[in-house]
């Protein structure tokens, strides 16, 4: 055999194995993006039985890359300086999930300004008040509530007993929002009485409130940005089209960073988890402890802070003739205590009840008028009927019912009740 056939068939042998290995790569490549695929899917069907740590992070992404349509539904809450946080304005019957575990339909309205960025929840987009007004409502997530609105006990107070309210509830927001809402959207209706909700995070909430407005200096330095790591200079195309569109991306970034999004949304995971019965419930978040200790410096701040706006309230409203009434939810850690002392033990419970226990008591000195619904809801709960929430710390149904029951008997008993 000559040398030029001999050359000619290890090219082609050489050109054989060149091929071979090409269908291999571009087997490789075929497979690694079907199984990519596939797990994209397979992100978005299994998605309600993922932890809440990854549904959290998982929101924003695209259900698909050919439409703005995200995972779920972009949430209508905006921060503000003068509200803290807000809800848009002119949302109709939209499914909103403020927490993934937890989803409602929202209609929001501005009545007395139909051009403000600001929305509150009511029963239809077509709602107008019912004149004279009996109370103006003002109060954070318990207020807005976290259920369907003809269950919330705001409005259950007009389907139940016919008051004509007008409900200001915003999300995350202390007494610092609560009278800058009142006096912007609420006393132009002028209002018989005022019913302000208080929970446990608005000592919390008004600290970081007056943090926000530059008020006052940290007392704490951030927690978070120390975990995060420098962020790149400028992503590249290709990363702010998976960012928008890939679940499976930021599975793997959330796993190979030095876990930003899992410590935020952390704090929010309740570590214990009770099954007896009805009473089937999780508990113990770090938050709800963290926000409601008043050892810590800033919520003695935020206590001052949410005092003195209730006072400056009080005696606003008394220039007007108006009634102010406090009412104060306790956590679900207190209500269900029978179950949770054996875990969290009294003194945390006890820690739990302190800032509950102070309003109580600058109730009595500032000779407020103010109901504590611990008693009634607890009175439930000890029959094994849940009133909050199973996997969330706002009320459920049967809890809203308690509080419009309660509310309504404390009215009525201090001759408010028409």
């Known amino acids: 055999m000559s040398k030029p056939e001999r050359s000619d068939q290890s090219q082609e042998i050489e050109r054989k194995k060149a091929g071979g290995w090409l269908t291999k790569i571009i087997a490789v490549f075929f497979g690694i993006s079907l199984a990519w695929l596939m797990l994209e899917l397979l992100m978005r069907v299994a998605f309600p039985l993922f932890p809440y740590t990854i549904q959290a992070a998982l929101r924003e992404v695209r259900r698909t890359p050919f439409t703005e349509e995200r995972i779920l539904p972009q949430q209508i809450w905006q921060e503000d300086i003068h509200y803290q946080l807000v809800s848009r304005a002119n949302v109709d019957n939209e499914y909103q999930f403020p927490d993934p575990r937890v989803g409602f339909y929202v209609t929001t309205k501005n009545w007395l300004d139909p051009n403000s960025h600001v929305g509150f929840r009511v029963p239809s987009k077509d709602w107008e008040p019912r004149w004279p007004i009996d109370a103006v409502v003002v109060g954070d997530s318990f207020t807005f509530c976290y259920t369907e609105y003809p269950d919330c006990w705001v409005q259950r107070l007009d389907s139940d007993h016919g008051m004509s309210i007008v409900n200001l509830g915003q999300v995350a927001t202390g007494s610092i929002s609560h009278l800058n809402i009142l006096t912007t959207f609420g006393l132009p209706h002028q209002p018989r009485m005022v019913i302000w909700q208080w929970y446990g995070n608005d000592f919390n909430d008004d600290y970081g409130m007056a943090l926000m407005n530059n008020q006052i200096s940290a007392v704490e330095a951030p927690e978070a940005p120390q975990l995060l790591p420098p962020p790149p200079p400028s992503p590249s195309p290709l990363v702010k089209w998976l960012e928008k569109n890939s679940a499976v991306y930021w599975i793997m970034r959330t796993v190979t960073t030095p876990k930003p999004d899992l410590y935020k949304y952390q704090r929010f995971v309740d570590p214990h988890l009770v099954n007896d019965g009805d009473m089937v419930f999780s508990y113990g978040r770090p938050y709800t402890s963290k926000s409601s200790d008043l050892s810590a410096e800033k919520n003695q701040i935020g206590m001052g802070l949410s005092q003195s706006k209730i006072i400056e309230a009080r005696d606003l409203l008394a220039s007007q003739d108006i009634q102010l009434v406090i009412l104060l939810i306790p956590s679900k850690e207190e209500v269900y205590r029978r179950w949770t002392e054996p875990t ?67 009215l009525t008993e201090n001759r408010l009740a028409h």
Do not use: K
Request: with cysteine; glycine share 4%; charged share 20%.
């Open 344 to 410: 969290l033990g009294a003194q945390q419970l006890n820690l739990l009840a302190q800032g509950r226990l102070e309003m109580l008591s600058f109730c009595q000195d500032s000779e407020l008028l103010c109901l504590d619904s611990t008693t009634a809801l607890t009175a439930v709960a000890e029959r094994e009927n849940p009133v909050y929430l199973p996997y969330d710390t706002h009320l459920n149904v049967a809890g809203n019912q308690v509080i419009t029951d309660e509310l309504w008997r404390f």
